[in-house]
């Protein structure tokens, strides 16, 4: 009996632990950060490519500034650990900068990127963390940066099919 109770404990805890994160992303979804479902507009946006070697590569597309928009668009490796989808901020040297959608000039984006490099220098090529909890229609992006809890950083989400028409904008 006690056999019994055990094993049904273990397979209760089993789907938790290998719970993926990243599921969602597997079929194609993306994830709309501070979605409007009304409008189909997202703050950013963040879809996964899955590499046949295990490497896992993440596109975000940022609004920077709302009016007129410009957004920034970078690519970076990250895994998956204990629950997490983790990887270094990167990726700012190589972003692809777009004006009202249209991306700007190589060498228009050169000084853009370098501000944007020089405001986030505090945090550049350190290791933020992810998790993500389940609260009603949302999602809540927990995030930590080198192992600390950081609240600041935290946004809700949801999880949108590539096919959905949703894009990025104020």
């Known amino acids: 009996m006690l056999s019994l ?9 089993a789907p938790a632990a290998m ?21 189909k507009t997202c703050r950013s946006m963040a879809g996964y490519a899955f590499a046949a ?3 896992i590569l993440n596109r975000a597309e940022v609004l920077l500034q709302d009016s007129p928009p410009v957004t920034m668009t970078t690519v970076t490796l990250v895994t998956v650990k204990d629950g997490a989808v983790c990887g270094p901020i990167s990726g700012i040297d190589k972003a692809q900068i777009a004006f009202r959608g249209r991306r700007v000039p190589e060498a228009d984006a050169v000084p853009i ?13 350190q290791e933020v963390c992810t998790t993500y909890r389940r609260s009603g ?4 992006a927990e995030v930590k940066l080198n192992g600390v809890a950081r609240p600041d950083m935290g946004d809700t989400l949801m999880w ?3 096919s959905a028409g949703y894009s990025v904008q104020p």
């Open 137 to 140: 229609d949302w999602w809540i």
């Open 19 to 39: 719970a993926d994160p990243l599921a969602p992303a597997r079929i194609g979804d993306l994830q709309c950060y501070r979605p409007d479902p009304v409008r």
């Open 113 to 125: 990127r370098a501000q944007i490099q020089e405001s986030m220098a505090s945090v550049l090529g």
């Open 160 to 162: 949108v099919p590539a």
């Open 5 to 13: 109770i055990l094993a049904a404990a273990l397979q209760a805890a």
């Open 53 to 55: 070697d295990g490497n």
